[in-house]
């Protein structure tokens, strides 16, 4: 150490602001613009978008909203299919310190109108297909503020306007260069809330390099040559997960537009586009399982991700005999933690059946009693987490955040058993939750809008086994005196648009009362039990 009178060594000062230095995707596409401007970014139906070309679009996009009013720390609504604009949208925002806000594009008005209000947004970039949507959400009151329209400008229903995306970039203004600290949010991501309120997990740009690290590292080594894919809807933070080791590593990622599932299409597409990575979720691995027996196609694929839900020892052996140069890998987590804390990869695939892998090396996680004292190796506890990818807390929900981080660990709600070797388990899943096709369903929030069907008394939601989904969703209800039994359809009739179509139960149980402990509260057991298998 240095005595006193010695002074320190003197640094040259880079020129303010040092954004150059920083850990956001933004800065990665600079850097890849310098390095390797001419290597494709992006693809999407057979287009290619460089990495100069990225820099460029959406750093003129930010100077265009910039000069429309988009500050630091604004939320912007990002509303819209797979495209290659959507990344340069979430990018663009993200330049100006601006926080994206990806929206499900499956919500109903009424839910979007809730996050629109909740994040006080005061900009949307959207898509044609969703003309109604937005404009039913600023029929609610809801000022959007800017708005801007990927297929160009248009009036929209209710004389609401939108300006057109390529005429902001034309615009040719400058991206602002502005710094944004590590910690500053990216995004917003919203989760099904068990209050029956979504809650917007904060995800900062450290996080998402801390998810970049965790999807480079999960298969053992780093692959410079890889191919990417990105097939699940860009609004769900397993597609901006992969994005952000895209960006971290400079390779390519072909954009998968979101069509009805035709194992087929994506098979094609794995050969044209020689993708040597790609992540789906269980069924839709099933069906190009039995697409690629019946019809082979000359592939690259040097990885196969799956998660989301279980997948059988059936599957796992079809994937490793149907592509066999590939290693087939699990990956687990949840939106707060950006989304990945375990993985599972290699031969311990087979051997491990069950299990969502090992806690990922960039992540501390401990099995803990209700009283946060460890558990021993195989009993059941919470998994609770520590680590970079860690979300900054709950959108303008500081009791949600304090029940979240009490004693000093993220409290995922995920009941888990790990074994020996370290390898988790999922015992249960957090209070009341439905995962159907990917998609995480909370009970409550489907129960409130099923109660305030007229026919309706009480409703309890439980997820019901589909061979297909996963899960699916099951309403058993008890009715009001004298009113008439309600059906699926006429259900499904009512909850349109109020909540989202996939949320819609599948089947409605009439029973005369429901279930009930000695405390009065529903067993949700019980129903489990009887009608869940």
């Known amino acids: 150490m240095a005595d006193s009178d010695t002074a320190l060594p003197s640094f040259p000062r880079l020129e303010e602001p040092r954004f150059s230095q920083r850990k956001s995707w933004n800065n990665q596409v600079r850097m890849h613009a310098i390095m390797r401007g001419d290597s494709v970014a992006l693809r999407f139906g057979g287009a290619a978008t460089t990495w100069s070309q990225l820099a460029e679009r959406n750093g003129r996009l930010a100077g265009a909203l910039a000069e429309r009013g988009v500050g630091f720390g604004d939320r912007v609504l990002v509303l819209g299919l797979n495209r290659p604009e959507y990344v340069e949208a979430v990018l ?288 059941v506890g919470e998994i609770v987490y520590r680590g970079p990818n860690l979300m900054a807390g709950y959108w303008n929900a500081p009791e949600a955040t304090a029940a979240a981080f009490e004693g000093g660990w993220f409290h995922s709600g995920d009941l888990v058993r790990q074994d020996e070797e370290g390898f988790v388990y999922i015992v249960d899943r957090a209070k009341d939750m439905i995962i159907s096709g990917g998609e995480n369903i909370y009970c409550v929030e489907v129960e409130n809008a099923v109660a305030a069907h007229p026919s309706v008394l009480e409703a309890a939601v439980i997820g019901r086994s589909d061979e297909r989904w996963g899960e699916s969703v099951v309403a058993v209800v008890e009715l009001r005196p004298d009113a008439e039994a309600v059906t699926t359809d006429q259900l499904s009739e009512f909850l349109a648009g109020r909540i989202a179509r996939y949320k819609h139960p599948r089947d409605v149980v009439v029973v005369a009362a429901l279930p009930r402990n000695a405390a009065g509260k529903v067993t949700k057991a019980a129903l489990r039990s009887e009608y869940g298998a």
């Open 92 to 379: 663009a925002v993200n330049a100006l310190g601006a926080i994206a806000v990806p929206i499900n594009f499956r919500m109903a008005p009424p839910e979007v109108a809730y996050l629109a209000a909740d994040t006080a947004a005061c900009a949307i970039v959207f898509e044609a297909p969703f003309d109604p949507l937005v404009a039913a959400v600023a029929g609610q009151g809801i000022d959007l503020g800017v708005r801007v329209r990927f297929d160009g400008a248009a009036e929209l229903p209710d004389g609401v306007a939108a300006e057109g995306y390529d005429d902001l970039i034309a615009e040719g203004r400058p991206e602002p260069l502005i710094d944004v600290p590590d910690d500053s949010p990216a995004l917003i991501m919203y989760t099904s809330g068990t209050t029956g309120r979504p809650k917007g997990a904060v995800l900062t740009h450290a996080n998402m390099q801390a998810q970049a690290m965790n999807n480079l590292v999960a298969p053992g080594h780093v692959d410079h040559e890889a191919v990417g894919a990105i097939a699940v809807p860009m609004f769900h933070i397993a597609a901006l997960g992969v994005l952000s080791s895209i960006v971290l590593d400079g390779v390519t990622a072909v954009i998968f537009p979101l069509t009805a599932f035709d194992p087929a299409a994506v098979l094609d597409t794995l050969e044209a586009e020689g993708i040597t990575t790609m992540f789906m979720v269980p069924a839709q691995w099933q069906q190009v399982v039995l697409e690629q027996q019946a019809r082979p196609r000359s592939l690259k694929l040097r990885f196969v991700w799956w998660g989301a839900a279980p997948a059988s020892r059936t599957l796992l052996e079809a994937l490793s005999a149907t592509f066999p140069e590939a290693t087939v890998c699990a990956v687990f987590g949840q939106t707060e933690m950006s989304p990945v804390t375990c993985a599972l990869t290699g031969a311990d695939t087979l051997r491990k059946v069950g299990s969502v892998g090992r806690v990922v090396r960039t992540c501390a996680a401990r099995v803990v009693s209700p009283e946060m004292i460890d558990v021993p190796v195989g009993e």
